[in-house]
């Protein structure tokens, strides 16, 4: 059994996973705020109380930052607020009592490698995007994270938007949209707003589109949800300035864009341990 765990600013979901890599159970636990301590007490508790650690092969955690190894390099949540250096394989290992593999990842990268082993045919190369709260990106290549990209936050690129240099997020991010227009995009309904939203999008991608050359981009993320209200525009705009690199590449709806967390844990996992 592989537990995987995607760990959010606000809310933990705990899963474990079947002899045939599926998720029958599911557990959630508000994620402590600034208290990475009670995070691991509380993650041990539900742990034990719902898996026979005994019959765990690894553990397999998502987290909104950046990871070594086990280790919580650096935070990107401010709902979280960890600090630097967090030794959080240790801890939960001390907790639990027993030495089971920890696997620690970025939320983002595990959705994206998630969403290329989707496809029937693996991708050459995946870019992946979530558009929520703010902006996250996961690469992989053949089914595999580039470990050279692990500290790629591309929503922070500086772009120039409405004459002035700003973070691709600041003005592109579920946040910002809501900010902009005063509605959640459930709520909007004007072409012309997702006509707008759209070209924000491809703001970044017509960025990262001809320095990754990815065979897709996977649009997820709370935005990605909407992507029917905007596909038409996004790719209208892409092709329009890129058409070299559009001709080789398509965008596409994330597939899973509740889980993709979750299930790449499992993938990442299981990668792992057949090294």
């Not at 959010?8 to 600034?34: C, E, I, M, Y």
């Not at 998502?62 to 394989?89: H, M, Q, R, Y």
């Not at 939320?107 to 870019?127: M, Q, R, V, W, Y």
Request: aromatic share 10%; hydrophobic share 40%; charged share 25%.
């Amino acid at each position: 059994m592989i537990i995987a765990v995607d760990t959010g600013g606000t809310k933990t979901l705990v899963a474990g996973s079947d002899s045939q890599g599926r998720f029958h159970t599911r557990h959630r636990f508000a994620t402590p705020s600034g208290d990475e301590n009670k995070y691991v007490d509380v993650l041990a508790q539900t742990i034990s109380e719902h898996y026979d650690i005994k019959k765990v092969k690894a553990i397999s955690i998502a987290v909104p930052g950046f990871t070594k190894g086990d280790i919580f390099v650096d935070c990107l949540s401010p709902a979280l607020n960890w600090p630097k250096n967090f030794e959080l394989g240790d801890k939960l290992r001390a907790k639990l009592g027993v030495k089971v593999p920890i696997f620690l990842e970025n939320d983002a990268n595990l959705a994206g490698l998630a969403e290329a082993h989707a496809f029937d045919t693996l991708p050459k190369s995946c870019l992946y995007i979530t558009v929520s709260t703010g902006i996250g990106l996961g690469f992989s290549r053949s089914g595999k994270l580039v470990q050279a990209m692990d500290y790629f936050e591309g929503g922070k690129m500086l772009l120039e938007y409405d004459g002035l240099l700003r973070r691709w997020e600041d003005f592109a991010s579920g946040r910002s949209i809501y900010e902009t227009y005063g509605r959640y995009a459930k709520d909007i309904k004007s072409r012309a707003v997702w006509e707008q939203i759209a070209e924000k999008i491809s703001r970044g991608l017509l960025v990262l589109a001809p320095t990754l050359k990815p065979e897709v981009i996977v649009i997820g993320g709370s935005i990605g949800t909407y992507f029917d209200k905007y596909e038409i525009y996004l790719n209208a705009y892409l092709e329009k300035y890129i058409p070299y690199i559009m001709a080789d590449t398509k965008v596409v709806q994330a597939k899973h864009p509740e889980e993709a967390v979750i299930y790449g844990c499992k993938i990442y996992a299981d990668q792992k341990l057949s090294r």
